[in-house]
């Protein structure tokens, strides 16, 4: 069976994207309504009382975004300090509350379901959920949490608002109260409890704000995922296709990543030969209106369904370009294909040292990978530099076919799940295809695929891995579900996985053999940092060390 055939039957298990999914339409980069910089979201080393209070400013200001990067950064410095980690499990629900509301698919189908509806979609969900997840998962949690999910909601305006709830704060604080009192008293035996429950959470809503039961069922959806881990989400229409779109390395757009900023939407990738690239944007240019209305002070979910349409259709856009001037551009939507080869080239002439980028692990990968190597041996290939920096992942298939390409024994990944076909051990096959010296590079942000894969080569002692810190430490496998209940999905972790020694990744990612300093975050129009070009030896240091390291090596000859 062909994986998109596994797809479409609702069941892929094979993806395995880091919760800093790569996205070719939007970045998964939490949105608020008044973007800090990374520097102004940063806690204060030594000082974590007054990191706490600028973090609560950010909460008054509704920055979610700028709250969660600060409240990240002090749980690394102050780990014992609990009122951090609180204040980041609030902002993240918030967080994740306006990025459903900014959903045009969540505003038009989701939450036009009847409460029958509604509650078929939940306990769909749950089925999911106890027959894959790969623990057994509790049902009393994900209620409780459902609660605090409305708890959120009934502070949030625009839940208020879009649900034409009236705003008489008396009312809300009485439901809050209810619905906080009936938290306290749960006892959640059974699914048909944790049913009843809910229903007794929108007779409470009905009763006091005249709320209907869509938009509370589907708080309790929602916390039914949020309660599992970080990579498990519930997948809205829209969601689910833009998942099978990184996945095909396709989709119907204008070709651009995007990032919320204060005036609008800054471009911080832009595919080459798609409809943006075409038209002369580039990275660092910011998308100030669509059409003629101003995206700035926009959620990013909504600012860039603003951009989303039919193949062949147009959207107007007005542009500030970085290097200064503003014009206005009609763009035509059209299918765009996206490279996981980012950059392939002769680094080193003299040396005959090749430079691959490979920024994701979708269904072309290993073929735009066997390609790139093909023209390089042309130009005079003998050792290889893989960069998988800033990589999050892909799909676990591929990174053990691209992994094989360069072993011919041993062990390359096993995962260990509950449901069935979950549990596996993917071996490396006899051929050997590629024989070159390898290093690959690595950072905080090489995720999922992309650690199985250094991992494996490190394991084998087939690669030098060479970075400036540990990989990310994703260790799970999410399988992909389509729901029959409405056109949704669910991401779902369903596997652990481990390296050849049997090493768990989770929590521990990747050590490079060779740990370079620190360097300089990549130029990408974004705060004003320290930068260089990635993949280029006189700017980029990990790069060059790389070079260096194999210079005068030769190919295996035997294994």
């Given amino acids: 069976m062909s994986l998109e055939e596994l797809v479409r039957k609702g069941c892929l298990a ?4 880091a919760g800093l999914t790569l996205s070719v339409t939007r970045a998964a980069e939490p949105e608020g309504t008044a973007p800090a910089t990374a520097a102004e979201a940063k806690a204060i080393p030594g000082d974590p009382a007054q990191s706490l209070q600028r973090g609560l400013e950010f909460e008054r200001k509704r920055n979610w975004a700028s709250a969660i990067r600060l409240y ?8 014992s300090r609990t009122e951090f980690s609180h204040r980041l499990r609030l902002c993240e629900t918030h967080y994740k509350l306006v990025r459903r509301y900014s959903d045009r698919s969540f505003r038009e189908i989701l939450l036009k379901l009847s409460r029958d509806k509604a509650l078929e979609l939940y306990d769909e969900l749950v089925d999911r959920i106890e027959s894959h997840y790969v623990d057994k998962a509790a049902l009393e949690p994900m209620i409780r949490r459902g609660y605090d999910n409305m708890e959120v909601a009934l502070r949030d305006p625009n839940y208020l608002k879009t649900n034409a709830i009236t705003s008489d704060a008396t009312r809300i604080t009485w439901l809050r109260q209810a619905l906080r009192e009936r938290r306290e008293m749960i006892e959640i035996p059974s699914r048909n409890a944790a049913r009843s429950e809910i229903l007794s959470a929108c007779e409470l809503a009905r009763q006091g704000l005249g709320i209907t039961p869509a938009p509370v069922i589907l708080e309790f959806t929602y916390a039914a995922c949020d309660v599992l881990d970080p990579y498990s989400s519930y997948l809205t229409p829209d969601k689910l296709d833009d998942m099978f779109s990184m996945i095909d390395g396709n989709f119907v757009g204008l070709g651009v990543e995007l990032k919320q900023d204060e005036l609008g939407l800054r471009l911080v990738g832009v595919i080459k030969d798609g409809p943006a690239f075409e038209a002369g944007l580039k990275i660092g240019d910011k998308i100030v209106a669509v059409g003629p209305k101003s995206v700035k002070g926009m959620g990013l979910d909504e600012a860039a369904g603003m951009l989303q349409g039919a193949e062949g259709s147009t959207v107007d856009i007005t542009v500030q370009y970085a290097a200064g001037g503003t014009k206005s551009l009609r763009l035509s939507r059209r299918h765009v294909e996206v490279a996981s080869v980012a950059q392939a080239k002769i680094v080193d002439p003299s040396a005959g040292v090749g430079y691959i980028q490979l920024t994701g692990f979708q269904k072309t990968s290993t073929d735009e990978l066997d390609k790139a190597i093909a023209k390089l041996q042309r130009q005079g290939l003998r050792t290889l530099v893989l960069d998988l920096r800033g990589n999050p992942g892909g799909l676990l298939n591929v990174a053990v076919d691209i992994a094989d390409r360069f072993v011919d024994h041993g062990v390359i990944v096993s995962t260990k799940g509950r449901a069935p076909g979950q549990t596996q051990i993917y071996r490396a096959r006899p051929d050997l295809v590629y024989t070159m010296p390898l290093v690959v590079l690595i950072d905080r942000d090489s995720a999922s695929a992309s650690e199985i894969l250094a991992g494996a080569l490190k394991d084998l002692d087939r690669a030098t891995i060479i970075g400036d810190h540990k990989s990310y430490g994703k260790g799970s496998v999410q399988s992909i579900f389509e729901l029959r209940t409405v056109p949704a999905g669910l991401k779902l972790t369903t596997a652990q996985f481990y390296s050849p020694t049997g090493r768990a990744y989770s929590e521990q990612g990747v050590e490079p053999k060779i ?9 990408d129009g974004n705060d004003a940092l320290p930068t260089f070009e990635i993949g280029n030896p006189k ?18 000859t035997s294994r």
């Fill in 14 to 17: 094979l993806a395995i994207f």
């Fill in 72 to 79: 990240e950064d002090a749980i690394e410095l102050w780990p």
């Fill in 515 to 523: 740990l370079m300093q620190e360097v300089a975050k990549p130029r």
């Fill in 539 to 556: 700017d980029d240091r990990v790069l060059s060390r790389a070079i260096t390291e194999l210079s005068g090596k030769k190919a295996l």
